[in-house]
């Protein structure tokens, strides 16, 4: 089973914190990007006729931001190009100020089965300071929005290490979240990158450092867990159930393919990235190029390295017997020195190798170790 | 090539305090006699060690011949030996100056006469050397060359009132020292008849030519064909190629008694070639050896490992190669339960130990770990015996030393009046025991300190140094062991005994040192997935403590579809730095951490 994620690179404002493939001020090429999509997801009709696909992500930028027929059209698209399974999980990321009930319906029409919202957080200080566009007020009528029109997988997305962020205020934000309905929550550290305005902040030393946010998610994922939210990955919480698939194929190295600009895809041992700029992206899918900027294929060294390095992020762990089957080598022979090294971090149980508990949000250099 | 008869041979070095213009006055004069042009000139040709040039030192003494007419019309020849001017290359001052007959003494026009100044001269006086003192720098604001010309008067007793006053740096006045190498020093004495008789004065290992000696023919004569033995190997080599250096290796016919050339002879052994030793020919050899070199022996001693464990054997064939042309290093197999396969090195002092350090690094490419050095003490054992330890880690229990004795100085520091007090209290500090004081003139002191050597192997230089703001110098010689109170200090690491950071310590400054050098790997440790106690202890007892905090958050925030490349890459830059680690137990340490733990008492 393989996954397809369609990148939606508009926005209606630019966050602080982004640094993906969005573009305010390029709204207006939505017709054509659209168009683009689906002739990019035809030409690859041939190369992928022989997989099948259980998951769809829309992500963005903000893909509840574009008119719903688009991503009606893209789903029309992938159902006529590709196999997808009966009872896909498509997920859609939306920002609560853009939820309408019209559009709920088209999405629904569309096949949308799961809606992750950019909360970040249940405090409106927090939000104005991110450049977001919608309050907490926003996100709980886009919940009740969800819930009358009959959805109820949906998740919160709430980052962590914002300028004066307290255990009580990241509580609080949960709390919306819980209040909302979410059967999922992504609890993201905010990574400051280099040209995003939020750096300025981080270099002047405004945003928490990594030891109080290591404090503040330990509080927390204690705090997610007693809620029933339990932690199937570093940075993810769920509901027995509701973890979510898309997801989850990233982690076990499953194989996906990405649409649209800058969309990363992964087939047949090969990594490849669309370009990052729209107008180039654009061009080479209407002089039907690929629109490829990047692509490495992968050795089986690193593609051990990769099944370790994901698989040690989730709960579950490596499945070892997979392991075997996949690289046709003795994981525990292969790694003797090393699970002896960190045996007191790591859990082997029923062909299964995991990080401890308390060592999941300290684990670069358990993961390092397994590195050549 | 008997166009020199050695009448016309001058044989000389130049020794100075360390920064007196010594290398910069060696150029000069080579480019005076148009050994090398001023424009292929690279300053300071001698010393042609990266390491040499970047801190402005001479470490290896290198030979350069060089042609000169002389005002009476004559052509002269001079073989130069560059040598080095700090405390800890002595013995390199020694070498060199047994292969000559005069030495050039430069001595700063405003600085005066220094303490290492003075040993040199002692060194060259032994050796029945001729000294021409040489007043450099006049060119400086400073300069004070008639009062420095009486200093040298007054201290070392040599004549200088009329000595060439140069400015090496500027070129002046340097044909005045030309000159006066023809006539103050005399010619080499030697039969060109006799029996061969050559001093090794160094040697290297070039891979074509095998052992490189450079020699200095005192009887007799050698050439290709020649077959040479010496007197501490049984084996015998035939001459392949002798030269002499101009300063780059020129081949020659021959080398004859005075002059100061090369010999190559395909010899493959670094072992079969001991410099100081002496060279003869087979069949028509020389009844007695030249007397040599005094043995000196190492006073620190360090552990040296490697950082990747499996290159144990490059790394001991380049001791190997360093001992070859540095005869003072010695080094023996030593195992650390926490390094691992390594050497326990033995120094001539800090600076050595340091730059031997650097040139395993930079000539062999070897990543190295070093521990703290340590001096040699006497254990006296309760059953009566003496051994020698110079690694902690071979330190007997407690309840089988008797005693404990550790080599002490003898240290001569030079300094302006006005820091007395602030050595003194350094002095004190180190367990120094006062001896005297003495003015030499109106601005500088002479203090004479009886001073345990292991309280000044770890920084006592530097502290000196900036208490006095580099005005004081140091110069010291090993004297006798005295009985003292010493204790074993151990580093515990998240409750294991960390065998390299173990040192012997005074009684008195264990629980000191131990909250500093505690306090040090606190700072130099980086943070781990766990908690680390380090703990000083003194046979079994805590004497501080201090903890490494965890840290809380080690983590790719996310980690999805795009970012799999990336994050990977990150993960492996984080990787590099963690190579650099030594992995202690289940505690990762940093190879410099071993050395830095020593810089705890800088203040």
């Given at each position: 089973m393989a996954g397809i994620y369609i990148h939606v690179p508009f926005c209606k404002q630019k966050c602080t914190y982004c640094d993906f493939a969005s573009y305010p001020k390029e709204i207006g090429k939505e017709e054509a990007y659209f168009a683009c999509l689906y002739r990019e997801m035809l030409g690859r009709k041939e190369e992928l006729k022989e997989y099948t696909f259980n998951t769809v992500y829309f992500g963005g930028g903000t893909p509840s931001f574009v008119k719903p027929e688009h991503i009606l059209g893209a789903m029309n698209q992938i159902k006529k190009c590709y196999n997808l399974t009966?009872?896909?999980?498509?997920?859609?990321?939306?920002?609560?100020?853009?939820?309408?009930?019209?559009?709920?319906?088209?999405?629904?029409?569309?096949?949308?089965?799961?809606?992750?919202?950019?909360?970040?957080?249940?405090?409106?200080?927090?939000?104005?300071?991110?450049?977001?566009?919608?309050?907490?007020?926003?996100?709980?009528?886009?919940?009740?929005?969800?819930?009358?029109?009959?959805?109820?997988?949906?998740?919160?997305?709430?980052?962590?290490?914002?300028?004066?962020?307290?255990?009580?205020?990241?509580?609080?934000?949960i709390d919306l979240a819980v209040a909302g309905g979410v059967k999922h929550i992504s609890m993201y550290a905010l990574t400051p990158e280099v040209g995003t305005p939020i750096y300025t902040n981080y270099l002047n030393g405004e945003l928490l450092s990594d030891d109080e946010v290591g404090e503040i998610y330990e509080e927390a994922y204690k705090y997610l867990e007693s809620l029933g939210l339990y932690r199937y990955e570093v940075s993810n919480f769920a509901s027995l159930g509701y973890e979510s698939r898309h997801n989850l194929n990233y982690w076990r190295r499953g194989e996906y393919i990405g649409f649209g600009v800058s969309a990363s895809s992964f087939i047949d041992e090969r990594r490849f990235t669309n370009s990052f700029k729209i107008d180039e992206y654009m061009n080479l899918v209407i002089l039907n190029k690929k629109p490829e900027i990047s692509s490495d294929i992968i050795e089986l060294e690193d593609a051990m390295f990769e099944f370790i390095m994901l698989g040690l992020r989730t709960k579950e762990g490596i499945n070892i017997n997979k392991f075997e089957v996949l690289f046709k080598e003795n994981f525990l022979t292969r790694y003797k020195d090393v699970l002896k090294k960190n045996e007191k971090v790591l859990d082997l149980n029923d062909g299964y190798l995991s990080i401890k508990d308390e060592y999941l949000y300290v684990q670069n250099h358990i993961i390092m170790d397994f590195m050549k | 090539m008997s166009k020199n008869p050695s009448e016309n041979i001058r044989n000389f070095c130049i020794i100075a305090h360390i920064d007196h213009g010594k290398s910069t006055l060696a150029d000069r004069l080579m480019e005076q006699t148009g050994q090398v042009s001023s424009r292929e000139m690279e300053e300071q040709l001698l010393d042609s060690m990266d390491l040499e040039r970047e801190r402005g030192i001479t470490i290896k003494l290198t030979p350069v011949r060089m042609f000169y007419t002389?005002?009476?019309?004559?052509?002269?020849?001079?073989?130069?030996?560059?040598?080095?001017?700090?405390?800890?290359?002595?013995?390199?001052?020694?070498?060199?100056?047994?292969?000559?007959?005069?030495?050039?003494?430069?001595?700063?026009?405003?600085?005066?006469?220094?303490?290492?100044?003075?040993?040199?001269?002692y060194l060259?006086?032994?050796?029945?050397?001729?000294?021409?003192?040489?007043?450099?720098?006049?060119?400086?604001?400073?300069?004070?060359?008639?009062?420095?010309?009486?200093?040298?008067e007054d201290i070392i007793g040599l004549e200088a009132m009329n000595c060439p006053k140069i400015s090496a740096k500027e070129g002046l006045n340097i044909c005045d020292v030309l000159e006066s190498v023809v006539t103050s020093f005399p010619p080499p004495q030697g039969d060109e008849e006799g029996p061969l008789k050559a001093l090794i004065f160094d040697s290297y290992y070039d891979n074509f030519k095998g052992v490189i000696c450079f020699v200095r023919i005192v009887d007799g004569e050698v050439k290709i064909g020649t077959k040479i033995k010496t007197f501490m190997s049984p084996k015998e080599f035939d001459v392949t190629e002798v030269g002499v250096f101009s300063p780059k290796l020129t081949p020659k016919a021959s080398l004859k008694a005075g002059e100061v050339g090369y010999i190559a002879a395909s010899i493959k052994s670094i072992e079969d070639i001991a410099v100081g030793d002496t060279i003869t020919e087979v069949g028509n050899a020389t009844p007695k050896p030249l007397p040599g070199y005094k043995k000196v022996l190492p006073v620190v001693f360090s552990g040296v490992y490697p950082l990747d464990g499996s290159r144990f054997n490059d790394l001991k064939d380049?001791?190997?190669?360093?001992?070859?042309?540095?005869?003072?290093?010695?080094?023996?197999?030593?195992?650390?339960?926490?390094?691992?396969?390594?050497?326990?090195?033995?120094?001539?002092?800090?600076?050595?130990?340091?730059?031997?350090?650097?040139?395993?690094?930079?000539?062999?490419?070897?990543?190295?770990?070093?521990?703290?050095?340590?001096?040699?003490?006497?254990?006296?054992?309760?059953?009566g015996s003496v051994m020698n330890v110079d690694n902690p880690t071979h330190l007997p229990p407690v309840t089988e030393i008797d005693y404990i004795e550790e080599p002490m100085i003898n240290a001569s520091i030079f300094s302006p009046p006005e820091y007395v007090g602030a050595i003194m209290e350094l002095c004190q500090q180190k367990r120094g025991v006062y001896k005297d004081l003495v003015y030499l003139d109106k601005l500088r002191v002479e203090m004479k300190y009886?001073?345990?050597?292991?309280?000044?192997?770890?920084?006592?230089?530097?502290?000196?140094?900036?208490?006095?703001?580099?005005?004081?110098?140091?110069?010291?010689?090993?004297?006798?062991?005295?009985?003292?109170?010493?204790?074993?200090?151990?580093?515990?690491?998240?409750?294991?005994?960390?065998?390299?950071?173990?040192?012997?310590?005074?009684?008195?400054?264990?629980?000191?040192?131990?909250?500093?050098?505690?306090?040090?790997?606190?700072?130099?440790?980086?943070?781990?997935?766990?908690?680390?106690?380090?703990?000083?202890?003194?046979?079994?007892?805590?004497?501080?403590?201090?903890?490494?905090?965890?840290?809380?958050?080690?983590?790719?925030?996310?980690?999805?579809?795009?970012?799999?490349?990336?994050?990977?890459?990150?993960?492996?830059?984080?990787?590099?730095?963690?190579?650099?680690?030594?992995?202690?137990?289940?505690?990762?340490?940093?190879?410099?951490?071993?050395?830095?733990?020593?810089?705890?008492?800088?203040?």
């Open positions: 009966e009872n896909a999980e498509i997920t859609l990321e939306v920002n609560p100020g853009t939820l309408t009930e019209e559009n709920l319906k088209i999405y629904k029409k569309a096949g949308i089965n799961r809606f992750s919202i950019g909360l970040q957080s249940g405090w409106n200080e927090d939000l104005e300071k991110l450049n977001r566009i919608h309050t907490a007020k926003d996100f709980l009528l886009c919940t009740s929005m969800l819930k009358r029109e009959g959805f109820e997988n949906f998740s919160a997305d709430i980052l962590l290490g914002l300028e004066n962020q307290t255990i009580e205020k990241v509580k609080k934000s | 002389a005002k009476d019309g004559k052509e002269y020849t001079f073989n130069l030996i560059d040598t080095p001017g700090h405390v800890d290359f002595t013995y390199e001052v020694s070498r060199s100056l047994a292969a000559c007959e005069g030495a050039i003494l430069i001595v700063d026009a405003s600085q005066g006469v220094e303490a290492q100044t003075l040993a040199n001269v060259a006086l032994e050796n029945n050397l001729e000294i021409m003192p040489v007043i450099n720098k006049i060119d400086l604001q400073s300069a004070r060359p008639t009062e420095v010309a009486k200093e040298i380049a001791l190997l190669k360093l001992k070859l042309n540095d005869a003072s290093l010695t080094f023996e197999a030593d195992n650390s339960v926490a390094l691992g396969f390594g050497f326990r090195c033995g120094f001539l002092g800090l600076l050595h130990m340091e730059v031997i350090q650097e040139r395993l690094e930079r000539e062999f490419d070897l990543d190295i770990v070093t521990t703290a050095p340590s001096v040699s003490y006497l254990v006296h054992k309760t059953d009886v001073l345990p050597l292991n309280e000044i192997i770890y920084d006592f230089f530097d502290s000196l140094k900036s208490r006095t703001r580099g005005y004081a110098s140091f110069d010291y010689e090993i004297a006798e062991y005295q009985k003292s109170d010493l204790v074993k200090l151990d580093m515990l690491l998240n409750g294991e005994i960390c065998d390299a950071l173990s040192i012997i310590v005074h009684k008195e400054k264990a629980y000191e040192r131990g909250r500093a050098i505690a306090e040090k790997l606190k700072e130099v440790i980086p943070r781990q997935m766990f908690e680390i106690p380090i703990q000083a202890v003194i046979g079994g007892k805590i004497i501080a403590r201090e903890t490494v905090k965890a840290y809380r958050k080690d983590v790719l925030a996310k980690c999805y579809g795009g970012d799999v490349t990336r994050k990977k890459k990150l993960l492996e830059k984080q990787k590099e730095g963690k190579k650099k680690m030594r992995s202690i137990g289940s505690v990762e340490i940093p190879s410099e951490a071993f050395i830095t733990i020593l810089k705890t008492d800088n203040k």
